[in-house]
């Protein structure tokens, strides 16, 4: 059976010619913001790899096609559509299939990506072990796919949201390689830095990108995750966002809510309760993630 791939103008020339590309997810243009701010945030970050030389590409599944980059109706289109199924390992085959659209989460990004011989992919914060997960076993799929799929993988850490000690631990059991971008803590999402020494740290994009090399050469399985402190002129204090976490978190439980609608609904509450500052720190800090990831995908071609 042959793939259903299409590739965007921009993206097939970069691939022709052996040029830098950095895949995108497109979850955070569907489920993230609303139109038109989505789509101009979008276009926002794959400007950011355009100036620094690198060629964007926003995966999304759209009536049954696998497409690697989005052209500037698509984009538009994808940022209007209604009921877009949110995509992981589980259903981004059978989304294909069955001829739906669907926006790849951090997880089916990683897979579209290997698919489409991209090596680096630029995210605001990937998935994790969801606060109570020792009773709902509610652990990201992100975690997982990591430690199979060989993409770097860059953000500024995992969602605050989450269970961070927790989300860590499992990638070191994964065998996940997890690299502070300038820095001994690993970021925390809104928050620059936190009390969790970093693994690994490593002060420049030809270390990172070597490392990737090294990992493909020795035949190791899985990708490397990045993480990429937010500006600290951006950044949202943990001291902050602590009790804001809290109450979001306490009232999704009250809720009941669970599994795919935990991250919107949570997401959403933080937006409120911050008055939008959330929201402005995450789309600084996707820009920041795609600026190092372009680093990174240009010394890969080097």
């Known amino acids: 059976m042959s793939l259903p791939i299409t590739y965007s103008a921009e993206v097939a020339e970069a691939r022709a010619k052996g040029l830098a590309i950095v895949a995108l997810e497109s979850t955070i243009i569907t489920h993230g913001m609303p139109f038109p701010q989505n789509v101009e945030t979008a276009r926002l970050v794959e400007q950011d790899l355009r100036d620094q030389g690198a060629v964007p590409a926003t995966i999304a599944v759209m009536n049954g096609q696998l497409h690697i980059g989005l052209e500037p109706a698509e984009l538009d289109a994808l940022g209007q559509a209604q009921n877009v199924a949110k995509l992981s390992r589980a259903d981004l085959a059978a989304c294909i299939a069955t001829g739906g659209t669907g926006a790849t989460t951090v997880a089916a990004t990683m897979i579209a990506a290997q698919l489409a011989g991209i ?144 991250t919107p609904f949570l997401l959403d509450r933080i937006f409120t309760l911050t008055e939008g500052r959330s929201l402005t720190a995450n789309i600084a800090l996707v820009r920041n993630n795609a600026r190092l990831a372009a680093k990174i995908a240009l010394e890969l071609v080097k």
């Open 119 to 262: 090596h680096v992919f630029a995210t605001g914060g990937i998935g994790g072990v969801h606060q109570g997960a020792e009773t709902s076993f509610d652990i990201s799929a992100d975690l997982q796919e990591l430690a199979l799929t060989p993409v770097t993988v860059v953000c500024a850490g995992a969602k605050a949201i989450l269970d961070l000690p927790k989300t860590f631990e499992v990638l070191e059991t994964l065998g996940v390689p997890v690299i502070a971008y300038g820095q001994d803590t690993i970021p925390a999402f809104w928050s620059a830095a936190s009390n969790m020494p970093a693994p690994l740290r490593m002060d420049d994009a030809a270390q990172i990108a070597a490392s990737h090399q090294m990992r493909v050469a020795m035949g190791l399985s899985g990708g490397q995750l990045v993480t990429n402190p937010i500006p600290a002129s951006d950044e949202i204090a943990a001291e902050v966002l602590a009790p804001i976490i809290a109450q979001a978190l306490a009232e999704a439980e009250a809720q009941k809510i669970s599994a795919k609608a935990v």
